[in-house]
């Protein structure tokens, strides 16, 4: 199989985050590229922010429902911007501080929706409990692998470093022909002329910001806003589009309580995130070319603090967009199905699969898809973080993000182990330690095998290591894009550290190490130097990336199977020098020459193809990369045919070689 086929896997990053709901991933500074969240954190981010629709003529309009709390990912770590707006500035709008404030909520029951959310299907029904606000509830069963909800967002942009590879209006990512950049700006891309109108009512008004922006930009790295900055713009253009009174605007913009009170405010805003919300707001009142907060009227705002509450919702309420292969690649706003709640044992997943018969002028279309067997009457649950992280760093993110502790049962129930975060057994009984508490002083600080009991020796040195693989994944993920080799070369590093220290793969640092280390690892396959050892090492780190998944998420997951897809795609390349049959090492090795590489292959896709149909709803086929999984099968076992006829041939050619020599010989 050729190469080539790896790549549309290649940047599946963090599967697992928000929405991707789970998430948008906390990058630098405001205006520095970010990304969506972990790709890894479940998918799902919600958002907050009001919604807009297409029309049937294809301008696109704000929906006449009104916004309500997504969920899934967010504007997390939105840092400060690099924009070279001295900080004075922050002072001169009045951006009053947190404060605390009491939130009160009904009871129980069925919400009065307000005609807001035409788009939610029968099946389906907002409630709202005391302790977690509004959610989503099947009122019927919803099975494993169908699609709960389909919508196309109401606002997505893609993250500033994805502007020129996808298109601005669709989110396609065009292979052959290219993408056009409009001629204005020069900075948003779409597929063709069709696109280019589709979403000419958003841009118009972002293409003068856009160029204004890039004309003041103190240097070229930062002469594109970032996207949080380029949602609220949409956001704000579009509710004066439909009309401030409009149910979308009033909602979104906060006007109407008795419509929706939205959860998150700046009151609900943790300390850490002030700082980055204030410089967002900063950055936002230099995109709109507003000068004081008296110029925010015409946007439904009337004061700075406003403009604050409108970060804090969108940063609670706004999806990870993904690729159909989970790569994070902009963010996006759903109120519809920002009512999803989070848990981090999720019921369902949020994915961008990119079917067969979708249509261009449809897509990017977020589908929530139900992951297990939904009965009716139960919530519907999304994961706004990873849920392959530790409890304490789930926790942490929560706390820090969505401001509200998770009490459900993965975090509270008493495990003797969390794989997350486990030691291999020192005497190798096959059972697992948990990771030893912080305090390595504490001479009571001791861990052991939950199954043989065996104390865990140098508590400290595991500490250690865990701390020092923290520090290299985020080092090497920072300079991933910029400098691959040194990133490449520190995960060569400290993996061997992180298993002498004996971690499990499961656990965390391990996994999104070994992760980092196999896109690194695929990234150098691409060119024309492919070798045999790097192949053959990205393999090895897919099999045991692929193991500490299956380990941690249940099956049908999007990010195991598309986990799983990656491995066999990997050992369905051709192999640029095959090992001698006669190498008696060979057979022991991993991965394998040759047809029971071949073998293999076949069999991770396959698995991978039966878990797409769940992940990526069984009626879509599991989208674009189902299909893409789909054919790899199919030419794959053509080519295991090849291989068996010929090994048929050699058997049935050798004693009837022999027969024919013996009945010629005189
Ligand atoms: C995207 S909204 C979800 C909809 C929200 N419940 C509402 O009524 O609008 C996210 C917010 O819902 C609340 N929330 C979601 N999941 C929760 C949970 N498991 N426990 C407590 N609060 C939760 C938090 O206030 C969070 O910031």
New binding site residues.
């Given amino acids: 199989m050729s190469f080539g086929k790896l790549k549309s896997a290649r940047k599946a990053r963090e599967a697992h985050s928000f929405v991707n709901p789970g998430s948008i991933p906390s990058s630098a500074g405001t205006d520095a590229p970010q990304s969506a969240h972990s790709p890894l954190a479940d998918h799902t981010?919600?958002?907050?922010t009001g919604s807009a629709s297409r029309r049937d003529d294809g301008g696109p309009h704000f929906a006449p429902e009104a916004p309500?709390?997504?969920?899934?990912s967010t504007v997390q770590g939105v840092t400060p911007s690099v924009d070279g707006q001295p900080q004075a500035q922050l002072e001169g709008l009045g951006i009053p501080p947190s404060q605390s404030s009491e939130?009160t909520?009904g009871t129980a029951t069925s919400v009065d929706l307000h005609g807001c959310h035409a788009s939610l299907p029968p099946s389906l029904e907002i409630r709202?409990?005391s302790?977690?606000?509004?959610?989503i509830y099947a009122k019927t069963a919803q099975v494993a692998g169908s699609v709960i909800l389909s919508v196309t967002p109401h606002v997505s942009v893609l993250s500033t470093g994805n502007l020129s590879h996808y298109c601005s209006a669709c989110s396609g990512h065009p292979s052959t022909a290219g993408l056009k950049r409009c001629p204005k700006c020069k900075i948003v891309h779409y597929c063709n002329s069709i696109c280019q109108n589709r979403d000419w009512m958003w841009h118009k008004r972002e293409c003068s910001a856009l160029q204004n922006w890039a004309a003041s930009a103190p240097s070229s790295e930062v002469s594109t806003p970032s996207e949080p900055v380029r949602c609220l713009g949409r956001i704000l253009w579009g509710s004066q589009t439909e009309g401030l009174d409009s149910v979308w605007a009033t909602r979104m913009l906060g006007h109407r309580p008795d419509v929706?009170a939205?959860?998150?405010d700046r009151n609900?805003l943790q300390p850490s995130s002030f700082e980055s919300h204030t410089h967002l707001a900063h950055s936002l009142v230099r995109y709109l070319s507003v000068a004081s907060p008296q110029e925010l009227t015409p946007y439904g705002l009337t004061s700075a603090g406003d403009l604050v509450d409108l970060i804090s919702r969108l940063t609670?309420?706004t999806f990870t967009l993904t690729t159909p292969a989970l790569a994070p690649i902009g963010i996006c706003v759903s109120p519809t199905v920002?009512?999803?709640?989070?848990?981090c044992d999720p019921n369902a997943v949020i994915v961008f699969p990119r079917p067969d018969s979708s249509s261009p002028t449809e897509e990017p279309r977020l589908n929530l898809v139900a992951l297990r067997d939904i009965a009716p009457g139960k919530e519907v649950?999304i994961s706004?973080v990873d849920t392959t992280l530790p409890a304490v760093l789930r926790q942490k993110e929560?706390k820090e993000?969505?401001?509200?502790?998770?009490?459900?049962k993965a975090c509270t129930r008493a495990l003797p182990a969390d794989p997350r975060a486990a030691l291999w057994c020192p005497k190798q009984c096959g059972g697992i330690c948990p990771y030893p508490g912080q305090d390595s002083e504490d001479p009571e600080n001791v861990t052991r095998c939950v199954k043989c009991n065996t104390i865990v020796g140098d508590t400290g040195a595991v500490l250690d290591a865990v701390r020092v693989g923290q520090e290299a994944l985020d080092k090497a993920r920072s300079l991933q894009l910029s400098d691959p080799v040194k990133a490449r070369q520190l995960t060569t590093n400290i993996v061997p550290l992180l298993v002498s220290a004996g971690l499990t793969p499961a656990s965390h640092p391990l996994l999104a190490m070994t992760r980092l280390r196999q896109e690194l690892l695929v990234e150098t396959l691409q060119g024309p130097g492919l070798s045999q050892e790097t192949l053959d090492e990205a393999i090895r780190s897919a099999a045991k990336y692929g193991a500490g998944i299956q380990a941690l998420l249940p099956k049908g997951h999007p990010v195991r199977a598309v986990a799983l897809g990656e491995l066999g795609k990997l050992l369905a390349v051709d192999e640029p020098s095959l090992s001698p049959a006669s190498d008696a090492a060979a057979s022991s090795r991993f991965p394998p020459s040759g047809p029971a590489r071949l073998k293999l292959a076949h069999e991770s896709l396959v698995k991978a193809y039966e878990e797409m149909l769940i992940g990526f709803g069984r009626q879509l086929g599991g989208g674009q990369l189902g299909r893409e999984i789909r054919d790899a099968i199919v030419r794959l076992e053509k080519e295991l045919g090849v291989w068996t006829t010929g090994i048929r041939n050699v058997l049935e050619d050798t004693p009837a070689a022999g027969r024919k020599k013996s009945e010629a010989a005189p």
């Fill in positions: 981010g919600a958002c907050h309500v709390a997504d969920s899934g939130k909520r709202e409990s302790n977690h606000g509004r959610g929706t939205p959860l998150t609900s609670t309420n920002a009512f999803a709640n989070h848990t649950r706004y929560l993000v969505y401001s509200f502790v998770c009490h459900c």
